[in-house]
């Protein structure tokens, strides 16, 4: 079976744009996390979707947003790009939204904003 | 509110030595899980071991072994027989098990190399 994927691997923006990230998770995986990952840091949770509704958000601004499709897969936006948005992004797939559920994670995209 | 310390920035061992990863965790959760992931230079997370707070034997998982100790509140990770290709950023995660939805809360990481 496929692991979780994740499109585009990198890409390079400018401040004030917009940008958006997407996330295929594992077959029969209905849940999808999005973490963040500056350089020297661990992940920091952004959010959480699990049957097409949001059911966790960590401490980032409205300019992130997210989606999730009828097919599981999801969608990380990104209004008016700041600096500090450089970073690894992060999807990660589980076979729930509850407890103890393992979470398998994609590669990731590299965002640079310049 | 969870957290992870991971005060090693980087660690580095011969190979085919055993090497330890320290974590230690902070939480006010009787329920919660413990888990390791290996960040290759690539960037994907690889899920290595887990532990409940509730397991009372330590979790092993072929090389990799958890070290847990809850009354320090740590859940060291040993690597046994190191490898040329375990080289990479090593995170100590947790999460709340009482209820649902909770995210992963990582700690800082360490850098991990190994020495032919």
New interface residues.
């Given amino acids: 079976d496929a692991g979780v994927t994740q499109s585009p691997t990198h890409l390079i923006k400018t401040r004030g744009q917009h940008v958006t990230l997407r996330c295929s998770p594992i077959s029969g995986h209905k849940s999808v996390s999005w973490y963040q990952q500056v350089l020297g840091q661990g992940p920091q949770f952004i959010f959480q979707y699990y049957e097409k509704e949001e059911r966790g958000r960590g401490n980032f601004p409205d300019r992130f947003s997210a989606r999730q499709f009828p097919n599981y897969s999801s969608e990380l936006n990104v209004n008016a790009l700041l600096l500090g948005d450089s970073a690894l992004y992060l999807c990660a797939s589980s076979r729930l939204a509850g407890v103890g559920n393992e979470q398998f994670f994609g590669p990731g995209t590299r965002l640079t904003v310049l | 509110a969870q957290k992870?310390t991971q005060t090693q920035p980087g660690m580095f061992v011969q190979e085919k030595e055993a090497v330890t990863l320290d974590c230690t965790y902070d939480t006010s959760d009787q329920s919660y899980?413990l888990f390791w992931?290996k960040q290759p230079s690539?960037?994907?997370?690889?899920?290595l071991i887990?532990q409940?707070s509730y397991d009372e034997q330590n979790a092993t998982e072929g090389r990799y072994s958890l070290n847990f100790q809850k009354a320090r509140k740590s859940a060291n990770l040993v690597i046994s027989a190191s490898q040329l290709g375990d080289s990479a950023m090593y995170?100590c995660?947790m999460?709340?098990?009482?209820?649902?939805?909770?995210?992963?809360?990582?700690?800082?990481?360490t850098r991990l190399s190994v020495i032919a």
Wanted: hydrophobic share 35%; proline share 4%.
């Fill in positions: 992870i899980g992931y690539s960037g994907e997370m690889i899920f887990y409940g995170f995660a999460r709340d098990l009482n209820s649902g939805n909770t995210p992963l809360v990582f700690g800082k990481g």
